[in-house]
């Protein structure tokens, strides 16, 4: 009787392990492209943004993180509702003087960051993770909705009072938790502006950069999307430029913020890259070359979008790149962090992502993006303007 016990048991193990491992294999037969580092720079962990639209948060503030262990100053994890908290209170500020005639919504951008804390402070997630509404993770349906019916009814009020900054703020601390003026952090006791400040960074360093056609280049503009609320301008640049930004900070130790749009058929966060695929070209020869140019237009972009590894890109221009904002194609679509470069098997460039959606595809919370979809998507991103050489901050009047 043991023996056979003992044979089943080894059968449901050895049956159990197979499948493990073909699951395993079946996991790791998804990475079609294969990627070889060049540069990536630290990064702390991967965050969860969850049900809220606060990707802008989670990305500037892992971009700080970023320059904190580029610093020497360790691993820090900062907290993103410290941020989107004091945020939401300036927009709705901003939506009532404007009677309405603004945006208040749950997005923002990379400038909003450095803005927060400079106004005021910051302090760990530890000691505000924003969690007051008996949830683990961020779910922001229900308090958008309470924001929304609080503010659109004073902006359109004749006559208001004060009194409505104490609700809303009493709303604020209800779904966030309320703000704490000290708090003891790894045994010392810091208020959020001295905390801010024993950071070392110098919030006053970080910039956002484009590539626009309907503005001067080497300029600042105020950004045309819906989520600069606080109508933050930018300095653009031509594409080739901005290009060049990116890939020289990177290999100088910098990492980037990154405002992309993401709602491309090209962007497979299940498979792990964003790419630009040109369904006109495929590498097909002899009698497969006949049969490809038999197949319909349908046909043709099925297998252009198979994210196999084999897809040949567009070119892309800044005339493409202009057209697709112009006409709402490219839109203010999502925020995250560059920290690397990498080439694939064909030695393509790409782009090492770090996203907010928790560690869940099959690079653990990362993807990466094709030099042409940056080329092509990206909106702006932020900097250090340490990173930028000599000539380009003399060209944009950096000091």
């Known amino acids: 009787m043991k023996k056979i016990i003992y044979l089943v048991a080894l059968a449901l193990f050895v049956s159990s392990t ?49 320059e904190l262990l580029k610093n020497g100053k360790g691993e820090y994890d900062l907290s993103e509702m410290w941020i989107v908290r004091n945020a939401y209170m300036e927009k709705a500020e901003r939506y009532v003087r404007l009677h309405g005639n603004a945006t208040f919504a749950a997005g923002g951008g990379f400038p909003d960051i450095p803005a927060m804390i400079k106004k005021y402070g910051i302090v760990p997630e530890e000691v505000y993770p924003g ?61 959020p502006e001295s905390f801010a400040q024993s950071l ?25 999307i819906p989520d600069n609320w606080a109508m933050a301008s930018i300095y653009n640049v031509p594409l080739d430029e901005m290009m060049s930004i990116i890939d020289e900070a990177i290999m100088n130790g910098y990492t980037i913020g990154w405002g992309a749009d993401v709602s491309e058929k090209g962007f497979s966060w299940k498979n792990g890259v964003a790419i630009v695929p040109d369904e006109e070209k495929v590498d097909l020869t002899g009698s497969e070359r006949d049969r490809w140019e038999k197949l319909t237009a349908a046909e043709k972009a099925k297998m252009a979008y198979s994210f196999d590894g084999t897809a040949k890109e567009k070119t892309i221009t800044q005339q493409m790149r202009q057209e697709a904002f ?11 962090q560059i920290v690397g470069i990498y080439k694939d098997q064909k030695g393509t460039k790409f782009y090492k992502v770090k996203n907010s959606w928790a560690a869940e595809n099959i690079y653990d919370g990362y993807f990466y993006a094709s030099e042409a979809f940056v080329r092509y998507k990206t909106i702006d991103f932020q900097v250090n303007k340490n990173a930028l050489s000599a000539e380009m901050r003399q060209k944009l009047n950096i000091k």
């Open 200 to 224: 070392g960074l110098n919030f006053d360093d970080y910039i956002e950069i484009g590539s626009f056609t309907h503005h001067p280049f080497y300029e600042k503009f105020i950004i045309e």
């Open 326 to 336: 112009d006409n709402f194609e490219t839109t203010d679509d999502h925020g995250m």
């Open 131 to 191: 969690l007051n509404y008996g949830k683990n993770k961020h779910d922001h349906s229900e308090l958008d909705k309470v924001l929304e019916a609080i503010v659109k009814p004073i902006a359109n009020a004749q006559t208001i009072t004060p009194a409505w900054k104490t609700a809303f703020n009493a709303v604020l601390d209800a779904y966030f938790g309320p703000m704490p003026e000290k708090f003891t952090y790894q045994g010392k006791e810091y208020t």
């Open 18 to 66: 197979a499948f493990a491992q073909k699951k395993d294999k079946k996991k790791e037969d998804k990475k079609s492209y294969e990627f070889t580092l060049v540069k990536e720079n630290p990064a702390s962990s991967i965050k969860d943004q969850y049900r809220s639209g606060t990707c802008w948060s989670f990305s500037g503030v892992a971009l700080l993180e970023s």
